[in-house]
């Protein structure tokens, strides 16, 4: 299993500003995912974090605006840039200890942009 | 990405069974089907997950059909605890798609 931890749980941010939401496991893992959840919706796949290279990124979203770093194997940011209204959600990270093995997340952040 | 469809919403009272249904007609032979439930204010949780045969585990059973197109989630008595949205994903082998792709999924309701 994993544990997942997740700061900051819940900001109140600017427009025009930008956050970074950190995410840490309690154990080594491969894969690390970032998601976001608008009110009401399901979860929308952001990008798979990449241990020493780039995020890859799902379409419809950028790097310039979702830079993620992943420096070790428990580890993960994910910033979202030049925040509009429109990012306000609840942004989740997620990881899975194999192929083949369950997923888990931890409890999110939730972004509200004013 | 495999598409999954399930119904917007079931209502299911306290102590009953729970038999939430998922269709996936385009399944290719390597899809497992997982099952996640997400409680409120709560990340996504692990149900189940099968490839062809029934599974059963603590929390529920999923039953496959043969062809493998459809699967359903069964909560054999329900209770308040389990009122969730219940998302059915289908999740390839493949290293590189070897991510989790969700739905619209099915608010369930639990009444005492």
């Given at each position: 299993s994993a544990v997942i931890s997740q700061k900051p749980s819940r900001d109140i941010c600017q427009r025009g500003t930008s956050l970074t939401i950190q995410c840490q496991v309690d154990s080594q893992v491969t894969m690390m995912f970032w998601y976001r959840q608008q009110p009401g919706q399901s979860l929308t796949l952001i990008a798979t974090a990449n241990q020493g290279s780039e995020a890859t990124y799902e379409s419809g979203f950028v790097i310039d605006k979702f830079p993620i770093s992943r420096p070790n194997l428990t580890f993960s940011t994910l910033t979202v840039s030049n925040m509009s209204p429109e990012d306000s959600s609840i942004y989740l990270c997620s990881t899975m200890t194999g192929r083949y093995t369950e997923a888990f997340f931890g409890q999110g952040t939730r972004l509200t942009v004013v | 990405d495999a598409k999954?469809?399930?119904?917007?919403?079931?209502?299911?009272?306290?102590?009953?069974?729970?038999?939430?249904?998922?269709?996936?007609?385009?399944?290719?032979?390597?899809?497992?089907?997982?099952?996640?439930?997400?409680?409120?204010?709560?990340?996504?949780?692990?149900?189940?997950?099968?490839?062809?045969?029934?599974?059963?585990?603590?929390?529920?059973?999923?039953?496959?059909?043969?062809?493998?197109?459809?699967?359903?989630?069964?909560?054999?008595?329900?209770?308040?605890?389990?009122?969730?949205?219940?998302?059915?994903?289908?999740?390839?082998?493949?290293?590189?798609?070897?991510?989790?792709?969700?739905?619209?999924?099915?608010?369930?309701?639990?009444?005492?």
């Open positions: - | 999954t469809t399930q119904p917007n919403s079931m209502e299911s009272n306290e102590e009953e069974p729970v038999h939430l249904p998922c269709n996936h007609s385009t399944i290719s032979g390597t899809d497992y089907i997982h099952w996640y439930r997400q409680l409120p204010s709560q990340g996504p949780e692990y149900v189940i997950h099968g490839l062809t045969s029934n599974v059963n585990n603590r929390m529920a059973s999923l039953a496959i059909a043969e062809d493998r197109k459809s699967s359903t989630l069964i909560l054999h008595r329900a209770t308040l605890r389990d009122a969730a949205v219940y998302y059915c994903i289908l999740r390839g082998n493949v290293y590189n798609t070897d991510k989790l792709i969700f739905g619209t999924g099915t608010r369930l309701q639990v009444f005492p």
